[in-house]
Every structure is written in C-alpha cells, then in structure tokens.
C-alpha cells in the first residue's frame, strides 16, 4: 500500500486510449483464469447469488461477442427488452440472462478458446466507438442500487472494464485463486473507482485500500475540522462492498457502478 495520500480530487480522469489499454489488460487477466478452471471449478457458486462460476464466464464471453459485432448487440437488446418485459425484471437482467442461454451449449473445455478469440475484436469494437458517440450518446441504466442516465463512453470506456475485473474477483473468490493485482493495472482502477465513489457521495474521509492495487485517498481537510470518516479496508474487499457483494456502513453504503 502506498504511503502518501493522494485527494481524489487528484485523481485523472480515465480517457478513452488509456481505456482500452486497461481493457486489453483486464481482458488478458480473464482469460489466463478462465483458461485456468477445470471440473468442479465450473459449478462453483459465486458472490452473484443467482450465477455459478460458468454462469458468470457466459455473461462476459456474451458481453464480450456484443461488443464484437454490432448486429449481435442489437439483437441481445432486442432479446433482452422482451425477456425483461415477459419477466418483470430491469433490461439489464434480461441481457445477462440472454448471454447465459444463448451459450448454455457450450462445453466446457471450448469455453476459454471461445473467451480468448472473441477477446481482441471486442476491444477492436470499443476502440472503433467515434468520439461524438461516446460523448453524445445516452441510455437510462437501472442496476441495484443506480438509477441514472449515463453517457455511451462511460459504459463503453469504463464500466464494461469494471465489469470483467469484478467477475474476475467472484470466480478466483469462488475458486480459492490467488487474483494477479498490481499497481500500475488494479491500481489504476480502482483509483478511478474511488473517485467515483468518492463523488457520489460527497463527503469528507480518509481511505487506506491494502494491498497490491491499494493507497490512502482523502476527500475534506483533517486541519480545517473536516477530516470525515477514517476507513481502512483491503482495496479488493472495498470493491466488494460497494458494488454490493458485501456489507459495508457509514460512507461505504455508497453504492459504485461495475
């Protein structure tokens, strides 16, 4: 953990190229792990109560071959409006139970291979969104806990990337995996995330996040009466609470989008 504190409000914001270079990163960290699994590995339960381990993979491989192809989006969209209409369940429900089904067929050892190729034309697909779109593109998004219009680029540059890193948690979680953090990749997510959290909320507190992707963030100024919260937790467990995996109190009840 580092020893300095950095103010959030110094943290830089996640443009679109350093974007898809942690994306090309977390991609490759998913794959290494799903490459990894192997018989009961699959069935495994996760932190995503409804989802098994295979579950979760299917999701981002779904996700992932959405991103790929721009007529495989539009028709998880579609899939997944009339799901959620038919179920009484958000949009973003049904796209992750049409991922699931779509590749409920998939044997397990062609999994990784399927994760691996689709991965670089994902990333490719990311890249090629134009600027105006990212910028000027919106869409109404409801996940627990988050209600709110966000831009196209938000979730194309950064919550996609959350989103894969977060599932990397779960399976290496459900599969007793030690999980590759280091600074420079983690590090740099989750300094983003902070910021984030750190803006939904407000207020004053000082953060120390243990570990290889950890640091001490403050918001507020401790010399002016105004030092908030003192939270000290593991920068991984941090992710877990504010995603709502785990129970947090006080200004870790703030919930953070992944």
């Known amino acids: 953990m580092k020893d300095t504190q950095t103010r959030v409000t110094d943290v830089p914001a996640i443009e679109h190229d350093e974007a898809m270079a942690l994306a090309a990163t977390e991609y490759d960290r998913f794959a290494a792990l799903v490459a990894s699994l192997s018989g009961a590995d699959w069935d495994a339960a996760t932190d995503c109560t409804e989802w098994t381990v295979r579950d979760i993979v299917l999701h981002v491989l779904g996700a992932a071959e959405s991103s790929a192809s721009n007529s495989e989006s539009e028709h998880q969209q579609r899939a997944a409006r009339e799901w959620a ?23 397990n050892d062609e999994i990784a291979a399927r994760v691996r190729n689709v991965f670089p034309r994902a990333l490719q697909g990311r890249t090629d969104i134009p600027a105006a779109a990212r910028e000027n593109v919106t869409l109404q998004v409801e996940v627990p806990g988050i209600s709110e219009t966000w831009r196209l680029g938000y979730l194309t540059d950064l919550i996609l990337t959350r989103d894969v890193w977060m599932h990397r948690v779960d399976i290496s979680r459900a599969t007793g995996r030690a999980m590759e953090l280091t600074a420079d990749h983690d590090g740099r997510l989750l300094a983003d995330i902070v910021a984030e959290w750190a803006r939904r909320h407000g207020r004053s507190f000082t953060l120390s996040l243990a570990g290889p992707a950890g640091g001490t963030f403050r918001q507020g100024d401790a010399q002016e009466g105004d030092g908030g919260e003192d939270i000290a937790v593991d920068a991984v467990e941090f992710c877990r609470i504010v995603s709502g995996r785990a129970s947090g109190a006080g200004l870790l009840t703030q919930e953070v989008a992944f």
């Open 85 to 107: 209409d038919a179920n009484g369940r958000t949009f973003v429900d049904g796209l992750c139970a049409v991922q699931i089904a779509e590749r409920s067929d998939i044997p």
